[in-house]
């Protein structure tokens, strides 16, 4: 009894430090989530293991796979996943680390139930190192392609602004331009560009200024993506 307890608590710790960590960048898996998935795993691990085994005489034999429902809690746990995978607009993907904590989350507890604490001791720690350290560094050191953010740009300019003009301004201050779309209307025509700048936190602020200053911008909309 002592033994399964100390699993079930093992295994909210691990929930804890994955939710934790998700629920630091407000995203939309949680502390309780976390814990419910491995605390559930977990249990259902230790079931499944106890259940396949049978005594007769004070002698252990198996009776069938005790791995047999931990199999099917990794494709279950799938559904939860591809609930937090959002696709949003521009073919932007988001949710997608979230969906792998959600299932390393049941992997840990499934580790746990079988018994193998060392393993999701250092499973976890390499885990949460990857998350929080391996995007900095690759952001720090790594090409600079890694160093930039995509960002959503809507110009709202004069009718009779050359829009070709404006482009090459935003070219000047932008990495990249990666998409173009030009809407035009009675009251004027909007601009709408998906760049790439670098990964600082002014980035949004400095371009938002330089347009907005620009003869002939009537409104300016930027968002990080």
Not at 6 to 33: D, M, N, Q, S, Y
Not at 113 to 136: D, H, N, Q, R, W
Request: hydrophobic share 50%.
């Amino acid at each position: 009894m002592l033994v399964i307890l100390f699993k079930l608590c093992l295994a909210i710790l691990v929930g804890l430090v994955l939710g934790i960590e998700r629920e630091a960048k407000h995203k939309p898996l949680g502390i309780k989530t976390c814990i419910v998935i491995s605390v559930a795993s977990c249990l259902l691990t230790i079931v499944s293991i106890q259940a396949a085994f049978d005594s007769h005489n004070g002698e252990f034999f198996i009776r069938a796979d005790p791995m047999r429902l931990a199999a099917q809690i990794i494709s279950g746990v799938g559904f939860l996943g591809a609930g937090v995978i959002l696709h949003r607009n521009n073919d932007v993907i988001s949710g997608l680390t979230t969906a792998a904590i959600i299932w390393a989350a049941s992997g840990f507890g499934i580790a746990v139930g079988a018994g193998y604490y060392y393993e999701v001791i250092v499973g976890l720690t390499l885990t949460i190192i990857s998350i929080k350290a391996f995007p900095y560094m690759m952001r720090k050191y790594g090409p600079n392609s890694l160093r930039e953010q995509e960002m959503q740009m809507n110009l709202f300019v004069d009718k009779e602004l050359d829009v070709y003009e404006i482009v090459q301004k935003v070219e000047g201050i932008v990495n990249d331009i990666k998409e173009t779309h030009i809407k035009s209307s009675t009251d004027g025509k909007r601009i709408m560009l998906r760049c790439t700048v670098d990964d600082e936190p002014e980035a949004l602020f400095d371009k938002y200024a330089f347009m907005s200053n620009l003869k002939g911008v009537l409104h300016i909309e930027i968002k990080s993506l």
